[in-house]
């Protein structure tokens, strides 16, 4: 029997996505929920994306899917048993070689900042290119990287995620969140004279109880608000 076929069985599927939003997620918990992230799909129908794919200057080399990735995108059974009838209506397998691109942003209320554009699709290598800032820090020969592993994407992000530039910005966010807070809370007490409570300041705000009080303890140690009440109960006024 000839042997046509000479494809692999452990080709590496790619997890860049998952990946990415790992990142976020933890982001998230290490920034108290101040910080954000987000993955953003771009159509290939919009201007979007045909302006990223023209920065990228050539469409990244595929692979051949596993047998059991074959399978799953095809709908091959394992007994090849197919009505010939409905080969037609099958989806083109190519679909899943196509290249998606992704925008990766991390952002507050008011600010967001792009972190890096992903070129990706199911199988390795795989394109990433990191804003300019990060690009001149991590001292890239490239704008773009080539990534040909999932292991290789973790470490990439890391180096990224770890960078000056990234944590500047996540910093400054903070901080800007934290002026917004504050000028929240004392435009919120100038309209109520007679004073509010932590609850009653967190309802209005829709923030937690903990947050509020952790703001309203940093106002009072800066000598902008006083507290009228008691321990048990607390009624905070604009010190004037």
């Given amino acids: ?10 080709v590496e599927i790619n997890r860049a996505d998952e990946i990415i939003n790992e990142a976020i997620k933890e982001l998230k918990e290490k920034t108290d929920g101040q910080i954000n992230g987000r993955l953003k799909k771009y159509s290939s129908n919009s201007s979007t994306f045909r302006n990223l794919m023209s920065i990228a200057e050539k469409t990244i080399a595929m692979t051949s899917l596993t047998a059991r990735n074959i399978k799953k995108y095809s709908g091959l059974s394992d007994d090849n048993d197919i009505n010939e009838d409905s080969i037609d209506e099958k989806e083109d397998i190519n679909n899943a070689y196509m290249t998606e691109i992704f925008g990766f942003d ?4 008011k ?3 792009r972190i890096l554009t992903l ?3 199911i199988t390795f290598p795989i394109m990433v290119i990191p804003e300019e800032g990060i690009t001149k820090e991590l001292s890239l020969d490239e ?3 080539e990534i040909s592993s999932n292991e290789e994407m973790k470490e990439f992000l890391k180096d990224i995620l770890s960078s000056k530039k990234v944590n500047n910005v996540i910093n400054q966010m903070r901080v800007l969140i934290n002026i917004d807070k504050e000028e929240n809370i004392l435009s919120i007490m100038k309209t109520h004279p007679e004073g509010l409570s932590v609850l009653d300041l967190a309802k ?3 923030w937690s109880q903990r947050i509020t009080r952790d703001k309203i303890e940093e106002l009072s140690e800066k000598g902008k608000i006083k507290n009228l009440g008691n321990e048990k109960r607390q009624i905070w006024v604009l010190k004037m």
């Fill in 106 to 109: 991390i952002y507050s209320e």
């Fill in 1 to 10: 029997m000839s042997n046509y076929f000479n494809y692999r069985e452990s």
């Fill in 111 to 113: 600010y967001k900042y």
């Fill in 143 to 145: 704008s773009r990287k």
């Fill in 204 to 206: 209005e705000l829709k």
């Fill in 119 to 121: 070129y990706n699709s």
